[in-house]
């Protein structure tokens, strides 16, 4: 796979915000996943993974929704609250655990990198595969973007293995999508300064009971 995955993002401010989904704030932090709630936020075809974004206190912050796509790569959405106003990182995290929120979301594991490749989508020696574009939050605090990475998927695949195409996120320990305090700027290690991690949703491994 070479540095210049396509990534493709668009946000807007029409989605409808998300309410909590009946699990409470620790319970959404260990297991990283709400019901599967997707309406308004996308389609029931989207179920392939889904996931609430917790806050270092363990309360509930936002969505996330994923499929993935035909042949090669993730489409995401993602609807948050209570952000400041701005550019804020998103990065894709090795380890499908946000129970630590309380000392900054650290048992989320690094990047997605398995070609330990310099952080940053403007990078000449990037990007890791873990590497997204930004997400605006607007005035009152809210987000909504979608998507797509080509260089990882949620499951892997034969055809995938053999063309060394987009890295399998699901596996035991799961994956987690982590957003940061402030913009990334796609260049500095290893986060493009994108500061503290303030929001976290895990998605569940394939060892989870």
């Not at 042949?71 to 630590?100: E, F, P, Y």
């Amino acid at each position: 796979m070479t540095s210049a995955a396509k990534l493709l993002v668009i946000s807007g401010i029409s989605l409808s915000f998300l309410t909590a989904c009946g699990k409470d704030a620790e319970d959404a932090g260990s297991r990283g996943a709400a019901e599967p709630m997707l309406e308004p936020l996308a389609p029931a075809a989207w179920a392939d993974a889904a996931a609430g974004f917790v806050a270092p206190d363990g309360s509930d912050t936002g969505y996330v929704v994923l499929t993935n796509a035909p042949g090669a790569g993730v489409l995401m959405r993602v609807d948050l609250k209570g952000l400041t106003q701005g550019w804020h990182g998103i990065h894709l995290h090795n380890v499908g655990d946000c129970s630590d929120g309380g000392d900054g979301f650290k048992a989320s594991g690094g990047h997605v990198d398995p070609e330990n490749r310099d952080h940053g989508l403007l990078n000449p020696n990037g990007p890791e595969r873990a590497d997204l574009p930004n997400i605006y939050a607007n005035a009152d605090g809210r987000a909504t973007a979608e998507i797509f990475n080509s260089a990882v998927a949620l499951y892997a695949s034969e055809e995938a293995a053999a063309a060394a195409g987009p890295y399998p996120l699901m596996d035991e320990d799961g994956f987690a999508i982590v957003v940061h305090a402030n913009a990334d700027d796609h260049e500095t290690q290893p986060i493009g300064g994108a500061g503290p991690r303030v929001a976290c949703a895990a998605i569940a491994g394939t060892g989870s009971s």
